[in-house]
């Protein structure tokens, strides 16, 4: 990618000016803001998979990450015209959100100093019933990570063995997502209970190892299985996203053959991305499968 200067006129992509793309974004590694508009034009068709037509929360670094970043999930002021807002009750209570169509949705969003973009678990068309269910895979400092790989391939298997094929998505942070795609008939609580069970046998079947609770205090040399994903409003890192953390690492999407492989959740950078999507093309969403009645 071509470095910016601190000089560099305003840059136009996918139709939306990016302004002041000199400025530093990532100290570590002095990556300008220029760098994040082009790294994300790159990717975009590649981020739409998971993020087009879902409620969307952001999280924006307008002076970079060091400085007060702040999550947004409503329109506020100044996203652009193709950052919509959607807005629906549940239970009574009245939810404010956004989400993008396209690439030039995206490139507003990221003039704007959006670095994280997180996606609901469903689409704006669907949104009391979500069609991913997520188990995110958060270990403790002192858990190898050899050993969150183990637990990814744990819940693959047990995954398999109801009928539920998964994905695999390195976070760009500590932990791994291991992602069953689902046909949208469900309702959150529905996916969410069943999401419990899994994690509530792992957790009786193996205590040394895994966790289910939220409690610090509990998670001490141990995995969590964080199921709280699958909760109404929770939201999951959008894989090619950024994350905002020194050296700009990057949420990718992973065949499972690329585990073993794999050293870290946060070894994929801005390059080495840019350079992995030559060799790929955008997918089509994979199969909707049933969630099953019976664990």
């Not at 858990?143 to 398999?160: G, H, N, W, Y």
């Not at 994905?167 to 949208?184: I, N, Q, R």
Request: glycine fraction near 6%.
């Amino acid at each position: 990618m071509k470095k910016a200067s601190v000089d560099e006129s305003a840059l136009t992509l996918h139709g939306v000016t990016i302004t002041h793309p000199g400025r530093i974004v990532f100290e570590a590694g002095a990556i300008t803001k220029g760098e994040v508009a082009r790294y994300y034009a790159a990717v975009a068709p590649f981020l739409l998979e998971e993020i087009r037509d879902r409620p969307i929360s952001l999280l924006r670094c307008p002076s970079g990450i060091t400085a007060d970043c702040f999550y947004q999930r409503n329109l506020g002021f100044g996203l652009g015209t193709e950052v919509h807002p959607f807005v629906w009750k549940y239970k009574g209570r009245s939810y404010k959100y956004i989400y993008v169509k396209d690439e030039k949705g995206i490139m507003e969003m990221i003039q704007m100093g959006v670095i994280e973009i997180h996606p609901w678990g469903a689409t704006i068309d669907h949104v009391h019933t979500p069609d991913r269910m997520i188990f995110d895979l958060d270990p403790d400092p002192t858990v190898p990570f050899s050993e969150v790989k183990q637990a990814a391939c744990d819940i693959r298997d047990r995954l398999k063995q109801t009928g539920l094929d998964s994905a695999l998505k390195c976070t760009g942070g500590k932990g791994l997502h291991v992602v069953a795609s689902l046909a949208p008939t469900d309702s959150w609580e529905q996916v969410k209970d069943w999401a419990r069970t899994l994690a509530q046998t792992m957790v009786r079947e193996a205590p040394d190892t895994y966790v289910a609770t939220i409690t610090k205090s509990k998670r001490i040399g141990k995995i969590l299985i964080d199921f709280f994903r699958n909760d109404y409003t929770a939201t999951g890192i959008a894989g090619y996203s950024l994350r905002a953390r020194p050296g700009a690492p990057v949420a990718v999407p992973l065949k499972w053959r690329e585990l073993t492989a794999l050293k870290s959740a946060d070894q994929f950078h801005i390059e080495a991305v840019l350079e992995r999507i030559k060799r790929r093309t955008p997918q089509k969403a994979p199969p909707k499968q049933q969630l099953p009645k019976v664990l």
